[in-house]
């Protein structure tokens, strides 16, 4: 079974400039997260989808943060503009729904200069 | 608020056991798991408590108590690959998952 796919793997932007996430959850799942981990920190999570409708975007930075799940299936997340603080991991996670254990992607190491 | 504590970091000895606590103050209470995270790797899953108990997998075992908002993963026969942050977290009554911040293990030969 293939597991949860991201890319790109690494990036690497100047503050102010935007950037863009992908994620490709297990097929089947209907439940998408995308988490921000800060090295030393537990994830901390941006946005949940349930199929293709948005179940939690509290904690998403919405004046520079979007994300996006065409279709209940993929899923992209964006940031625009950068700031130094958004250098972090972006981790994307799936599972079968809610209440079922989380898959992780390899995640997504963004270093704003 | 919404808190989960582990210790930051433990060092044990290559073929020891070690006890990793978590405890945990939440808006109600759904399950709790542990996840395993290698530097610079996404988190794979370890075990996943609901009820009251030890479960024991392989060199791995996970005990839940629901009365005292606490866990511990149990790891016996330590080997270096072990070394990794080890990372509890609590579903809540909105079946939301809180993250505690990871406990990074040591493993010294």
């Known amino acids: 079974e293939a597991g949860v796919a991201q890319s790109p793997r690494y990036k690497i932007i100047e503050k102010r400039q935007s950037v863009a996430f992908w994620c490709n959850p297990i097929s089947g799942h209907a439940t998408l997260y995308w988490y921000q981990q800060i090295l030393g920190q537990g994830p901390k999570l941006l946005i949940q989808?349930?199929?293709?409708?948005?179940?939690?975007d509290s904690q998403l930075p919405k004046d520079r943060f979007s994300a996006e799940r065409l279709k209940g299936v993929d899923s992209t997340l964006k940031i625009q503009p950068a700031k130094l603080e958004d250098s972090a991991v972006y981790l994307c996670?799936?599972?079968?729904?809610?209440?079922?254990?989380?898959?992780f992607g390899s995640g997504t190491q963004l270093s704003v200069l | 608020g919404q808190n989960i504590d582990q210790p930051t970091e433990m060092t044990a000895t290559e073929g020891a056991i070690v006890q990793i606590n978590c405890t945990y103050q939440t808006s109600g209470f759904n399950g709790l798991f542990w996840y395993q995270q290698h530097a610079g790797e996404a988190p794979t899953f370890l075990s996943y408590n609901v009820l009251d108990g030890l479960e024991e997998k392989g060199r791995f075992s996970s005990f839940l108590s629901r009365s005292k908002g606490y866990s511990y993963l149990l790891l016996k026969e330590l080997q270096m690959k072990d070394s990794a942050s080890y990372l509890c977290a609590v579903k809540d009554s909105n079946y939301q998952l809180i993250w505690g911040a990871g406990t990074k293990l040591i493993i010294k030969p």
């Open positions: 996670a799936s599972s079968v729904s809610p209440n079922e254990k989380l898959f």
């Open positions: 989808f349930q199929n293709n409708g948005v179940v939690d």
